[in-house]
């Protein structure tokens, strides 16, 4: 017998599972990108419940600040929402730009998914990590340049001995638009002159800095920071450049760097890093001027809290400390249609910024110590948590209410 009561309740069950479904689906953060940090990324991840976080996919700098201007996953071998992505090139004045006004942001567009934010996650060096020498290497500013642009090809051209392992050299480079490469090069850019066989020009994809987009015999591709570690393994002889990770450079050694503006040698540790980036012009202060429209004025205001090109500050050529610096960034939505996401994402700031996290050496070191990584001072990491996570006057913080009840927010 036909019994209604029943049915009701049948169908509400079955669309609770199907909300409740939907609702867990969403709760599943994807965020992807560079490599350089992606061993740090995913060990704060593993942290959280399954259910919270996707994996962090690395692709490189190049592949997720696509992935995240066009909110499409296909980039992290996925489908559907790019919540955040890691990034150690920044985004350029002309993509924010471009993503606020005619792309998915549509900034006074209710249908748009509104402000981004871009913000220093962690400073690292760019090692010169190497295989062969068994004695340690120092580089100064000529050798560096010379052996990365192919002037110089073999350990003894630089005055090193390669002992047992043979004195030609192969070098490993990034083949994929890399982050990496785009610290590396704006330095090189910086303090390269006729002791470099080209003019670096800052690219993010290294054989674009070669005449035809090829670099010279000697020099191997290899994309993500994985594939430069496993090439390099394969070699006898061998000098790359390379994130501090041990998961990447536990079987290589790391030269010391000659700073040419103190002619102090420096090897690429969390002390040497902190000084040289140290020299970077501070985040804009909570006082700071608030404009939201690059049509507006103020908007390239260097102290425009609302402008996400200015909450990450550049250090090409150092006064002192290891030469070769920056941030690896992270990029994400201000706002966002599932409340579950940007508390999700909100909590995984949180966890990354804490003390316990940032804690340098010592018997408890934090997770960002352990991967060689260099965390922000505490003022920087405490302004960031008061502007994006807590909230100030500026209404610059994830799913701020007065902001996003303006958007319909990525979804």
Known sequence: MFNRNSLVAALSAVGMLSLSGAALAQQVVVSGGATLPQPLYQDEINSFPASTFKAYVG?????????FLTNSAVGFDSTGVVHWIGSDSILTQTQ????????????????????????????????ISYKGPAAGVTLNKAQLCGVLSGKYTKWSDVGVSSGSAPDAFTVIYRSDSSGTTELLTRHLQAVCGTDANVAFSGKSTFAQEFPGNTPPA???????????????????SAITYLSPDPSFTVALEQAS??????????????????????????????????????????WTDTNNQANPFNWVR?????????PIVGYTNFVFSQCYTDAAV???????LTTHYSTANSTVGGSNPGKIDQHKLVPLTPANRTRVLAAFINGT???LNINNATVCGSYAGRG
């Open 218 to 236: 000697n020099f191997l591709a290899a994309a993500g920071s994985g594939g430069v570690a496993t090439a390099i393994s394969a070699q006898a």
């Open 59 to 67: 692709k490189g700098s190049g592949a997720g600040k696509t992935a």
């Open 314 to 322: 550049s250090t090409v050529n150092p006064g002192s400390g290891y």
């Open 96 to 127: 924010i730009n471009d993503y606020l006004t005619t792309g998915l942001g549509k900034i006074g567009n209710t249908s748009g998914h509104g402000p981004l934010v871009q913000i220093p996650s962690v400073g690292t060096p760019v090692t």
């Open 393 to 395: 006057t500026a209404n």
């Open 257 to 298: 760097l000659i700073n040419k503006n103190n002619s102090v040698a420096y090897a690429p540790t969390s002390a040497n890093v902190s000084t040289a980036l140290g020299s970077a012009a501070a985040l804009p202060p909570a006082t700071g001027v608030v404009q939201r429209d690059p049509a507006g004025a103020n």
């Open 342 to 348: 940007a508390t999700a994402i909100k909590n995984f």
